[in-house]
């Protein structure tokens, strides 16, 4: 991931360690000669444990020149499991085997120092989310999810408090009642004010499967909801 503020690179990595087979997040500032000014590597929950991986997928920063980071974390030694079995996608490579999946968002402050992480954790088929967009509406942070798996996908939207990480708001697709369950696959928020999303949507009508895309305009209120 890569942003460029004030005439410099932020980057966020993966950190590999070979000797643990432990993959941990780096932060990093480039200035424009190329001149590395500051990379560290975080842990980003220091207090779980057999947390073997994390991957950074999405950046932003603030006015003030904080630091949101969005991703997925693999950890613990065995797989969710449905209906009694382990779902086909377990078995992640972890330390231990299979691990669980989660997701998290970290705030930095400009010093690179970290703030809070807020986490999905994989510990039933709702606490499974996938993120797949972000954005700051008055420098708060916004993400939009994939929640659950199979049967239960849906998309869902929600709002971080930026001084503390906890939720301010979420949005779950159920209530546009147009599919049973959705897929998001992109997501676009414009200088409007106004996000986009589209995917894949399932329903059953008179015991058929019915499937197909959408495209869902969502406009917030002067407080940030949608």
Known sequence: MVKYKNGKI???LGLNDFNTNLLSLCLAVVNTNGTIEQAIPYT???????LYFTYSKFLNMDSSDNIYVTGTLFYGEGGIVRSGVPHTGANRGGKGGSTF???FVVKFNSSLEQQWVSTYLEND????????????KNNQIVVVYNR??????????????SSSGSISWEHLDTSTD?????????????????????????SEIDFVNVT???????????????
């Open 125 to 136: 088929m709702d606490g499974v989310h996938f993120p797949f967009g972000t954005f700051l």
């Open 10 to 12: 932020y980057l966020c």
């Open 44 to 50: 980003i929950l220091p207090d779980m444990e057999n």
């Open 178 to 202: 147009v599919f049973e369950t959705t897929r998001v696959a992109s997501s676009l928020y414009t200088t409007d004010g106004n996000l986009y999303t589209c995917g894949s949507g399932f």
């Open 212 to 226: 197909g895309i959408y495209l869902y305009k969502y406009a917030f209120d002067g407080v940030g909801n949608v």
């Open 101 to 103: 999946s989660g997701t």
């Open 148 to 161: 659950g798996l199979f049967e239960s996908n849906v998309q869902k939207i929600v709002q971080y408090d």
